[in-house]
Structure formats: C-alpha cells, structure tokens
C-alpha cells in the first residue's frame, strides 16, 4: 500500500526565516497531496493541496511543489512568524480502491521571535 | 459556522465502561470518517461510512464499532475502552472521497 515518509521531525527557525518541510510517497498513481497544520489540542486544518496536474501552488506565504518523477513534495513557509509554530501533515490519496488519506508522520515547527 | 461538530469534546470512561462519541455536519456530505489520533502521531484512520455504506480499516479492534442513523450524524461506540484506546478521536467529512476532509474539533478521550 501507499507509504509517506515526511522529515524532518522537527523542524526550529528564527522568525523571518524560512521553512520547508519534504514528504515522499511510495505510489506512483497518487494524485492528491494536501497539507494540514495542527495547533496543539486542536483539530487538523487543510492549509493547501495539490494535485498531480501541476507542479507548483502559492497562497500568500505558503508554496507546495509537486516533482512526480522522483515522487516527492515540499511545504515551502516563507517569512515565518510565532503563530506558524504547529505540527504540519502531509498527506496523500491511496490512488485505487477507496481512496483513502495516508499521513506522513508530521514535523514539529517551532518559530522562535 | 462550525460546520463538523463532536460531542463532547472531552469524555472521561473508566475501564471497560461503553463510551459513545458522537459527530454531527452540516455540510451534507456523502462520506464521514472517524480517526484516532494519539499524542505525536499522524490520525489514524478507524472507519468510513460512504453514505450508508460502512468500511471498516482491517487493523480496528472490534472494540470500536460505529453507526451512522442519517447524513448528518455519526456515531463511534468503544464497548469495552481499556487503557490504550485514550486519545483524540477526529471525525471528519468529505463530499466525496477524492475530496478535502473537514475535521471536527476532536473528542479527547481518557480512561481511567
């Protein structure tokens, strides 16, 4: 079945900086690549997606980039502030079947002021 | 407007005492998830209705069973919580299953 490997774990920066967060999937059928950013104690939020069709999503200061061929994909946060500091999912679709949500393990994001 | 709504947002059972969580949207959408979460790991899915059509995840424990009377309630009864079944419980909506999921705000579960 589909596997997401995510990484880092965690992840610190200074506030301003930047932060990228990488998955890779194991399925090469997978079309389907949201993101979701959980504050502590509180429910998962859809922050962006992505499907297969494209290779790049901006909003604001949050990017998604999509490479098919080597089966990855990146959570790009740009001028990173204290409020950004969550556990960030990724995610893809089990392309067959049911299509299903397969988590990555998440990464810790720490922004420090 | 909450639009996935869990009740309650935190359930306190003692071992072995039946437990019912329940999940209400009002999004009308076609499929409802329930998802365990413990701390530090991704959610993990439990089960899925697709309209009145259930799916169960081959590693849920029997303990956990669900029930869904409409398209806007969902039900996830735990008949026998031990210890490890402590955790978050996340229900979720989608209008189909190729689309976004909708988290509720979650049930914390303890058991003591």
């Known amino acids: 079945g589909e596997n997401v490997e995510q990484h880092p774990s965690t992840l610190s920066v200074q506030e301003g900086d930047s932060a990228v967060i990488k998955c890779t999937y194991s399925?090469?059928?997978?079309?389907?690549f949201p993101w979701y950013k959980q504050e502590l104690g509180k429910r998962p939020q859809l922050i962006i997606d992505?499907?297969?069709?494209?290779g790049e999503k901006k909003d604001q200061r949050i990017a998604v980039t999509l490479n098919k061929t080597a089966k990855h994909f990146s959570l790009h946060i740009t001028e990173t502030q204290p409020e950004d500091s969550a556990v960030y999912f990724c995610a893809t679709l089990t392309p067959t079947g049911f299509q299903k949500l397969v988590f990555g393990t998440g990464t810790r994001l720490l922004v420090s002021p | 407007d909450a639009m996935v709504i869990q009740n309650p947002r935190y359930q306190v059972t003692q071992f072995g005492k039946p437990v019912t969580l329940s999940c209400s949207q009002t999004?009308?959408?076609?499929?409802m998830y329930w998802y365990q979460q413990k701390s530090s790991q991704a959610p993990k899915l439990l089960f899925h209705y697709y309209d009145k059509d259930f799916n169960n995840e081959a590693d849920t424990p029997d303990n956990f069973q669900s029930r869904r009377p409409n398209t806007s309630f969902c039900f996830l009864d735990i008949r026998s919580p031990g210890l490890g079944d402590a955790a978050m419980y996340l229900c979720?909506?989608?209008?189909?299953?190729?689309?976004?999921?909708?988290f509720g705000p979650g049930t914390r579960l303890t058991v003591t």
């Open positions: 399925d090469s059928a997978s079309n389907y």
């Open positions: 979720a909506t989608s209008v189909d299953e190729s689309y976004e999921q909708y």
């Open positions: 999004l009308n959408h076609n499929v």
């Open positions: 992505i499907r297969s069709n494209v």
